[in-house]
């Protein structure tokens, strides 16, 4: 377990936890800068009002940083299932492909064997027939290539925006409880010098 002393308002802090040193060093600036903020805002404030501002900040951070995670996993789950569709359609479309290509090496066999120029024609019609549709398949499936790379990237754009915003929570969370614990002690230390005073 780290432990390291910090700075808030003036009064130092000796906070134990699982996080490296700077990671809490970095919480604390973040709840200092804040504090000082008020207190420089209203130099009326208490030490105690401008921890529960900054309380309150850090939750209102912490609760739009869920909404945005909600947000972006529904948006996530949303591509996982188009994904899927596109990945049936490709298998689909494969599939006649291969028919299409069997079709094709029938005729061309055929079209060996025959010796009669009207059937040579008329196989020849449908050997280009067959090759045009042949033609669209191919480029529909390029499509839905294209469409799929396209979605994979934009997945793989939202899973990092999705672990940037887990690490954001985690750091409000952790904001959250040492403001919290700061309040306590500022509490505590208004308490006592309220009694030091009587």
């Known amino acids: 377990m780290n432990v390291v002393t910090v700075n808030i308002n003036g ?21 200092d800068k804040k ?16 921890a529960v501002l900054t309380a309150l900040n850090a939750v209102d ?12 996993d529904k948006e996530l789950e949303a591509l996982e299932k188009s994904e899927g569709n596109y990945k049936k359609e490709t298998a689909e479309l ?12 029938e005729l061309d066999e055929r079209l060996i064997k025959a010796s009669n120029n009207d059937l040579l024609r008329e196989k020849d019609l449908e050997i280009e027939r067959l090759n045009g549709e042949l033609e669209k398949i191919k ?7 294209d469409e799929k790379n396209k979605l994979k990237s934009e997945n793989k754009d939202l899973k990092f925006q999705l672990q ?16 919290q614990i700061d309040l306590v002690k500022a509490k505590k230390s208004l308490e006592n010098s309220l009694l030091s005073e009587d």
């Open 11 to 31: 009064i130092d802090y000796h906070l134990k936890g699982e996080e490296k040193e700077e990671y809490l060093q970095r919480v604390a600036n973040y709840v």
């Open 35 to 50: 504090i000082n903020h008020f207190m420089e805002g209203n130099n009326k404030l208490s030490t105690t009002s401008a």
């Open 61 to 72: 951070e912490l609760f739009k940083c869920y909404e945005e995670f909600e947000k972006l």
């Open 94 to 105: 494969m599939k006649q492909l291969a028919e299409s290509e069997q079709k094709n090496k």
């Open 139 to 145: 480029q529909t499936e390029a499509l839905s290539l």
């Open 164 to 179: 940037s915003t887990k690490y954001k929570l985690i750091d409000l969370q952790h904001k959250l409880i040492d403001n």
